[in-house]
């Protein structure tokens, strides 16, 4: 028995048809390896810019789009926007990096639930902008906890009399005045050529739906995730590509419950206003948000002096999320 | 021998890691050149274009009433229907009246027409009470005997007050309406915005003359919570610069009249231009002097048989609470 066996072992060894058998296992196993290898012609990557944008954001996103510009295999980016501001400096930073990709290769946004603000600022330099008709964007404009007016070498000594809040009040709004006007150029020096708004009636500051958006050209068309991800492999000219979602590390914070809502960042939670102005604001604070995102049992003690916020109601100074005013 | 050997292969290993070190360090500055990026442009960011140009804060109040003026009188300031000021508000025109030989009385309650005898003019800041019936004839009698009476407003403002049961907001009114209206004169309630022509930020609105009145020496002068005026058959003194908004109005197109005069009384639509730190800005001060001269060459003439005696009202002197 055990002979018949061996000759039959010895005889499959030496048939060919076994080899070709596992030749043909093992090829089908890494075919799909191989087609893709073979068929891709580019990558389109998926940047997230999910929650308030702080510098942890900024850096994220910055990496990631980075990441995306030195990688020869990626040709468009999709920035995937669901984020009503935050930080000025951390949405200049964002704005910049997104010009910087734009130069080196498409990028097509799509809006989620919200690029209002600083997220606005980021996406402007995009070449097209997808957003769904319940989307909100705009708001271009900055806010700012106004300093409080200290006599100097009362409590603290100074050896200037600027030192404590760093001018007056009149000084402060021209230094806003001057964040919120290089807000506004920089949009309309990216969409300039699309805007149906006037830069005064940009510089309302007002929030639009998406379709209010496509009308007045801060966006270019109605559409998610899938129509940018096509715009943008068309756009890098691609037939067959990859699609690579990026994934920032840590935890997108939210001020909006519409926004954590849509977001389907892995890791979210939600944040009162007191992150970004703290709870006893002791000087300037520059932010891209809508004024409506602070939460109104906590931002009703806080000043704030608006740019280019005047379309809802807002006004200069002290402010509530409601959009109401008092001195100047 | 064999250990000749090995030395020979252990250089071949040397050498062969220098090389595939080098390359893997020479090849990014070879190929660096056709990936290094282009320095990013920012045509935005051109300070020219971005940095306002700031409004001078420069000038002081210099008075030149008509010479045919008395030297010396009386202004009397309302502080009986819960106005609205403090003594940084009316300092700068303090200081004018009484560098021209006036002096300053506060009107706090009692018989209005009894505290306003004697005197040359009456000054009415941002009420937050209206005027009843009898006070209303009362400065109707002190105009209509060459008193002169100035009128500030202010639009609707929202004040956030913090108590012990938390914060709370509340609508702050320049109840002016009795008042005015009886001079055919109103302020209105919104406030006015100019994104173009503005002191810094869009609710700090430029206004101008307009060439009618005594404010020729103006250029422009700055308002920080400006409200429309009107007065029927009036004289505009001064407009709010070229698209100025009304807030809640999409007109953008309205220069709006923020100072009005009609025979002896006056009407402004802002008491912020004023006050200690934003008198000197632009032209202001000229303002603030043409109120001084408009309220010294005010000459009340008591009718005959008014008593003079008569002591119901009540004026107090300063200071300022």
């Known amino acids: 028995m055990a002979s018949r066996i061996r000759a039959l072992l010895t005889r499959i060894a030496r048939s060919y048809v076994l080899f070709v058998v596992i030749g043909v296992v093992v090829g089908l196993v890494l075919a799909p390896v191989a087609w893709n290898a073979t068929s891709s012609e580019g990558t389109v990557a998926v940047v997230p810019v999910s929650g ?191 699609v690579r979602v990026m994934r920032p590390d840590g935890t997108a914070r939210f001020l909006s419950r519409s926004n954590y809502i849509a977001s389907t960042a892995p890791n979210k939670t939600m944040v009162s206003a007191d992150y970004l102005y703290g709870e006893e604001p002791s000087g300037p604070v520059f932010l891209m948000v809508p004024a409506t995102y602070l939460d109104p049992s906590t931002n009703g003690t806080a000043d704030f002096a608006g740019s280019g916020t005047a379309g809802a109601g807002a006004t200069t100074a002290r402010r509530t999320p409601g959009g109401t005013h008092v001195a100047a | 021998m064999w250990r000749r050997e090995l030395a020979k292969r252990l250089v071949v290993l040397v050498l062969t890691v220098t090389v595939v070190v080098a390359v893997a360090a020479g090849g990014p500055l070879l190929l660096g050149d056709e990936q290094e990026p282009a320095t990013l442009q920012n045509p935005e960011y051109e300070p020219d274009a971005v940095v306002p140009e700031p409004v001078a804060a420069t000038g002081t109040v210099d008075a030149n009433p008509d010479p045919a003026a008395d030297d010396t009188g009386t202004v009397v300031i309302d502080r009986g229907h819960a106005n609205r000021f403090t003594r940084a508000d009316i300092e700068p025109l303090v200081d004018a009246l009484v560098r021209e030989g006036y002096s300053v009385e506060f009107y706090t309650d009692g018989n209005l027409a009894a505290a306003l005898e004697g005197a040359d003019a009456f000054l009415v800041i941002d009420p937050g009470a209206e005027y009843l019936p009898g006070d209303v004839d009362d400065v109707r009698q002190f105009t209509g005997n060459g008193g002169r009476l100035v009128m500030i407003g ?56 307009t060439g009618e009145g005594g404010l020729d020496s103006v250029e422009r002068t700055t308002m920080y919570t400006a409200a429309a005026v009107s007065a029927r058959n009036g004289t505009v003194l001064l407009r709010s610069a070229p698209n100025t908004h009304k807030s809640g109005s999409d007109e953008v197109t309205g220069e709006y009249p923020v100072a009005v005069e009609r025979n002896n009384v006056l009407l402004l639509g802002d008491k912020t231009f004023m006050r200690g730190d934003r008198y000197r800005v632009a032209d202001n001060e000229r303002v603030v002097a043409y109120m001084a001269e408009f309220m010294i060459e005010g000459d009340y003439q008591a009718p005959p048989g008014v008593d003079d005696d008569a002591d119901n009202g009540t004026t107090t002197p300063m200071p300022v609470a």
């Open chain 1, 52 to 242: 308030t944008i702080d510098g942890g954001t900024s850096a994220g996103v910055s990496a990631m789009l980075q990441q995306a510009r030195s990688d020869s295999d990626v040709e468009a980016v999709v920035l995937l926007v669901n984020s009503g501001g935050g930080g000025a400096a951390a949405s200049e930073e964002m704005y910049l990096q997104t010009k910087r990709t734009a130069q080196q290769m498409p990028v097509i946004t799509s809006v989620d639930a919200a690029a209002a603000s600083g997220a606005y600022y980021t996406i402007a330099p995009s070449d097209h902008i997808y957003a769904k008709p319940a989307s909100t964007v705009g708001s271009v404009g900055v806010l700012a906890t106004t300093p409080t007016a200290l006599e100097p070498t009362t409590v603290i000594s100074t050896t200037g009399p600027n030192k404590l809040t760093g001018g007056d009040d009149r000084e402060f709004n021209y230094i806003l005045e001057s964040l919120g006007n290089a807000f506004v150029g920089a949009v309309f020096e990216q969409r300039g050529d699309r805007l149906e708004l006037s830069r005064t009636e940009l510089e309302q500051a007002r929030i639009y739906s998406g379709t209010q958006a496509v009308q007045n050209g801060l966006v270019d068309s109605i559409g998610g995730r899938q129509a940018a991800v096509e715009h943008a492999a068309d756009e890098a000219g691609l037939d067959n590509y990859n």
């Open chain 2, 154 to 209: 202010e639009p609707d403002r929202t004040a956030i007050s913090t108590g012990l049961l938390g914060s709370s907001v509340q609508t702050q009114e320049s109840r002016l309406t009795t008042l005015a209206s009886g001079y055919r004169m109103s302020v209105d309630t919104e406030y006015l915005y100019n994104q173009e022509n503005a002191d810094g930020t869009f609710k700090h609105v430029l206004v101008r003359p």
